[in-house]
């Protein structure tokens, strides 16, 4: 099991056929339906990860279980179960199982485990479902209740079912002893439900008018007929003040113009979304028309599908066209404060640093803030003259169109970018092999008024190590403005969306820890004295500055690696200039 190509990976899970009537017989084993998110545990060489119904990697979210799973007495493992939270009645509770999630040590998330599908090197797949759970059993001896052992009941499917319903389960599930495993829906398990809920699209939200900060007052689902998208009805109910808020949030990035849905229907106060994200939903029955009856609201499906990134919003300072000369269309976000080098000045830098610069630059599509007829802005649409060492790269744009993105591999690319009057260069986390494939996540500290510096340095070290608990090696980045960039090199397996929600999961965790210090929200109004975590930094076609990317501001400083070390001794995010770009300036801390 030590060679790279005999690790094992995620298998497709084997799920139930949703029944009527619990099945009955000697041969049918049944257990309870835990609410909550169906897991998968890989266990080797004394690590563990987990993997969501998708094939996603949440170890990084399942902290306390991956650690117990990987103190198992197993060389290899794999195991199947439902990530689980008790709620006060001691049954399993979705909406606190979402609650939770944001904090990966929680000792509320537990691990029901009810099959083993590999141990220490043998496939158990092909042994009766009674044997893999025999030794799925004897495995977890001792180990609950972060991991406890999915037991059966010896009694039959119609008493089981109507125990369950009694204490108020979901349902239960019922397995043939004799069958194998087989991924996919299967017939020889099948969910018998006391509760109907399903998974639907969201199609379309309902703002409570006045609320501040928003949230929703209700969501329209969808389902799907084939290729066809169809309205299903409203979920009114559900939603606690702080889940309102937080789907509100959610689904921003989501907002269109107009319905998704096949058939037209009229609702003049739905606010439009693609239908990308999936919802948990109660109900007591359907109508003829596919309408649900009494639809209520459980939670967001975040192990089936991730949020796809908002485009960075217009400044509200961004003025209408320049009246030096810039048209309008250029003009993503107008930086009045900006003081900008020369040509010359950036010609002389870049034929210093090229080879370090180019490192973190080469080979990215590059956002560029440009300085053009004495205005500094970062620049949006068609692209002045690009000279022949600067290439060019053709994109689907999320708001539909084609776009050009510009990257560079050599010197002759650099000074090529200062005749397009490019003065900061804010790569992509991708590169052009794979624009669609984050290789990096990226979380920047961004400290509001009152924030002393020393802060700052304190949240960068805890972030540091958040990020190598979730196994991933940070290296700091002064920015040449207020804030650290912590940055992350990932597998380039990951979508731009999958990666965004890994920086908001590390952020979350942080501010789990001191909540009055930290936050989500850019609102400048709740950030005097504490640090955003800048999160959104994620996302295709979302930037960060680029190491060694010059700023525009007073004394030109720009944005550096830096080594833990410096960081240690406080080192100043403008601690290093176009004039000395390898060595800091000695400033005292704040």
Request: hydrophobic fraction near 40%; charge should be positive; include cysteine.
């Amino acid at each position: 099991m030590s060679r790279t190509e005999d690790r094992l990976s995620f298998i497709e899970f084997q799920s139930p056929t949703l029944v009527e009537k619990a099945p009955d017989g000697g041969n049918w084993l049944h257990e309870i339906k835990y609410d909550g998110y169906r897991t998968q545990l890989i266990l080797e060489g004394g690590t563990a990860r987990a993997f969501t119904r998708r094939g996603y990697d949440w170890s990084h979210r399942y902290k306390r279980i991956v650690q117990t799973a990987a103190g198992l007495p197993v060389k290899s493992a794999i195991i199947d179960g439902e990530a689980v939270v008790l709620g006060d009645t001691g049954l399993p509770d979705y909406q606190a199982l979402e609650r939770e999630l944001g904090s990966p040590n929680s000792s509320r998330l537990m691990f029901y485990a009810f099959d083993l599908l590999h141990l220490n090197g043998r496939d158990f797949r092909q042994q009766p479902l009674s044997e893999r759970k025999a030794a799925l059993e004897k495995l977890l001896k001792d180990r609950a209740p972060t991991l406890t052992y999915a037991e059966h009941l010896d009694v039959s499917g119609k008493d089981m079912f109507a125990h369950a319903c009694k204490m108020g389960l979901e349902g239960i599930v019922s397995k043939r002893a004799d069958s194998p495993y087989r991924s996919g829906v299967q017939t020889s398990w099948v969910k018998i439900k006391c509760i109907k809920s399903d998974t639907f699209p969201i199609v379309a939200f309902v703002e409570k008018l006045g609320a501040h900060p928003r949230r929703i007052a209700s969501l329209y689902i969808g389902r799907r007929e084939g290729d066809r998208l169809v309205y299903a009805g409203k979920a009114q109910s559900g939603y606690s003040l702080i889940t309102a808020r937080q789907v509100r949030e959610r689904l921003d990035p989501l907002i269109i113009d107009k319905s998704p849905l096949s058939e037209p229907i009229d609702k003049p106060k739905a606010t439009w979304l693609r239908p990308d994200v999936l919802a948990e939903v109660q109900f007591s029955g359907v109508t003829d028309r596919g309408i649900l009856r009494e639809a209520v609201f459980k939670g967001l499906r975040e192990d089936l599908v991730t949020i796809p990134a908002k485009p960075p919003a217009p400044s509200k300072r961004r003025h209408e066209a320049d009246e030096r000369g810039v048209p309008r269309k250029n003009i993503l976000q107008l930086l009045p404060d900006a003081v900008s080098p020369s040509k010359d000045e950036l010609r002389g830098y870049w034929e210093q640093v090229a080879d370090q610069a180019l490192v973190h630059l080469s080979h990215r599509p590059l956002k560029l803030v440009r300085h053009a007829h004495g205005a500094t802005f970062y620049h949006k649409g068609p692209l002045p003259d690009i000279p022949r060492a600067v290439h060019q790269l053709r994109v689907q744009k999320r708001e539909g169109g084609e776009g050009v993105r510009v990257w560079v591999d050599d010197l002759a690319g650099l000074l090529g970018l200062v005749e397009m009057d490019a003065v900061e260069l804010h790569p992509w986390n991708a590169t052009i092999d794979d624009i669609d494939r984050a290789d990096r996540v990226v979380l920047d500290l961004d400290p509001g008024e009152g924030v002393e510096w020393k802060q700052v340095i304190e949240a960068a070290l805890a972030l540091r190590d958040i990020m190598e608990a979730a196994g991933l090696k940070s290296w700091p980045k002064v920015t040449g403005g207020k804030g650290i960039h912590l940055m992350a090199p990932i597998e380039p397996k990951m979508t731009h969306d999958s990666a965004r929600q890994l920086a908001k999961s590390l952020a979350r965790s942080l501010i789990h820890v001191q909540p009055d210090r930290y936050l989500l929200s850019a609102a400048p109004a709740a950030r005097t004295g504490r640090i955003f975590i800048d999160y959104l930094r994620n996302g295709r076609g979302n930037t960060a500055v680029g190491a060694f990317s010059p700023r525009a501001r007073p004394g030109f400083p720009i944005a550096h690696p830096v080594t833990w070390a410096q960081v240690e001794r406080s080192i100043r995010p403008d601690a290093f200039t176009m004039d000395h770009p390898f060595r800091a300036a000695t400033r005292k801390a704040a």
